[in-house]
Nanobody
Framework: QVQLVESGGGLVQAGGSRSLSCLAS????????MGWYRQAPGKQRELVAV???????NYADAVKGRFTISRDNAKNTVYLRMNSLKPEDTAVYYC?????????WGRGTQVTVSS
């Protein structure tokens, strides 16, 4: 059974930093593109950052220069380092593992940035 479990969410002040982790189990990770998405109240889920199996990265314009995605294949874990957080970064952050035709989601972790 495939599982993605996010951790690291919480309350942080604007300007602060936070790191999220996503542990993958169930024989997925290597060969998968891993991604972080977020969904704010009343808004659609949106891409934050992705990292391919060859460590190529892509970021949403809103987080470029502030967020960094990385992966540790030995630990089946993908990370999201978030710096210079803004109130508009407040959302539920979801981990995704994708490899055509499969796509798996975690349950999400709440990040709240106070002004």
């Amino acid at each position: 059974q495939v599982q993605l479990v996010e951790s690291g969410g919480g309350l942080v002040q604007a300007g602060g930093s936070r790191s999220l982790s996503c542990l993958a189990s169930g024989s997925i990770f290597t060969g998968y593109t891993m991604g972080w998405y977020r969904q704010a109240p009343g808004k659609q889920r949106e891409l934050v950052a992705v990292i391919t199996s060859s460590n190529k990265t892509n970021y949403a314009d809103a987080v470029k220069g502030r967020f960094t995605i990385s992966r540790d294949n030995a630990k089946n874990t993908v990370y999201l380092r978030m710096n210079s957080l803004k109130p508009e970064d407040t959302a539920v952050y979801y981990c995704n593992a994708a490899r055509t035709p499969w796509s798996y989601w975690g349950r999400g972790t709440q990040v709240t940035v106070s002004s």
